[in-house]
């Protein structure tokens, strides 16, 4: 896909002064989802958070706080994807009582109320526990106590959303509005 991402030398010097960036992106590590690439965008436009999971601790919302009250940011997109590796994890630690060396296992603590809340939902377990990682994210986000992300929410001047990648297709569907938008081509 041609794109125009405005990755150039004036586009370096344009943003050297500062940034405003127009979205925050909550997602995955996993090297099949940036979101630049994904969408074509360039220096300056997307203020970046990632883990494998995209779950949001401390750091992630210490950073994304910064991006609202600082840099204000007028959207925070929690984007999960297709085939997670992180939320398989969890469902292994569910389904298997599986353990992880180093602080994996610690890391993707947080993901397992997302597998325990769609056991026994119909349909696939894993994508189902992906898209409930998400919902709880994009939850969190909606009802921290933190005057910094609630009173722009209140105003109308922030919005979060949730958004389900995935890998075959290239298709990103937000969360509940919009059944199928497709984003890429091959
Ligand atoms: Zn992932």
Same mark, same amino acid.
């Given at each position: 896909?041609?794109?125009?991402?405005?990755?150039?030398? #004036?586009?370096?010097?344009?943003?050297?002064?500062?940034?405003?960036?127009?979205?925050?992106? =909550?997602? %995955?590590?996993?090297? /099949?989802?940036?979101?630049?690439?994904?969408?074509?965008?360039?220096?300056?436009?997307?203020?970046?958070?990632?883990?494998?999971?995209?779950?949001?601790?401390?750091?992630?919302?210490?950073?994304? #706080?910064?991006?609202?009250? #600082?840099?204000?940011?007028?959207?925070?997109?929690?984007?999960?994807?297709?085939? %997670?590796?992180?939320?398989?994890?969890?469902?292994a630690v569910v389904?298997?009582?599986?353990?992880?060396?180093?602080?994996?296992? /610690?890391?993707? #603590?947080?993901?397992?109320?997302?597998?325990?809340? =769609?056991?026994? $939902?119909?349909?696939?377990?894993?994508?189902n526990a992906i /898209?409930?990682?998400? $919902?709880?994210?994009?939850?969190?986000? /909606?009802?921290?106590?933190?005057?910094?992300?609630?009173?722009?929410?209140?105003?109308?001047?922030?919005?979060?959303? &949730?958004?389900?990648?995935?890998?075959?297709?290239? %298709?990103?569907?937000?969360?509940?509005?919009v059944p199928h $938008?497709?984003?890429?081509? &091959?």
């Amino acid at each position: 896909m041609p794109t125009a991402a405005p990755v150039g030398r #004036e586009r370096r010097l344009e943003i050297a002064q500062g940034q405003a960036p127009f979205a925050a992106y =909550v997602t %995955c590590s996993d090297s /099949r989802v940036s979101p630049e690439i994904l969408f074509g965008r360039g220096l300056g436009e997307l203020f970046i958070i990632r883990n494998a999971g995209n779950t949001v601790d401390t750091v992630a919302l210490g950073s994304i #706080e910064y991006a609202v009250a #600082e840099l204000g940011v007028p959207l925070i997109v929690v984007m999960g994807h297709e085939s %997670c590796g992180a939320v398989k994890a969890a469902k292994a630690v569910v389904d298997d009582n599986a353990t992880f060396p180093g602080s994996i296992g /610690r890391m993707i #603590e947080p993901i397992i109320p997302a597998v325990l809340e =769609v056991r026994g $939902s119909e349909g696939d377990m894993l994508d189902n526990a992906i /898209r409930a990682n998400v $919902s709880r994210v994009v939850k969190q986000l /909606r009802t921290t106590t933190d005057p910094l992300l609630l009173d722009p929410q209140a105003a109308g001047k922030l919005k979060v959303v &949730g958004a389900h990648y995935d890998l075959d297709t290239g %298709c990103l569907r937000t969360a509940s509005l919009v059944p199928h $938008s497709r984003i890429l081509a &091959g």
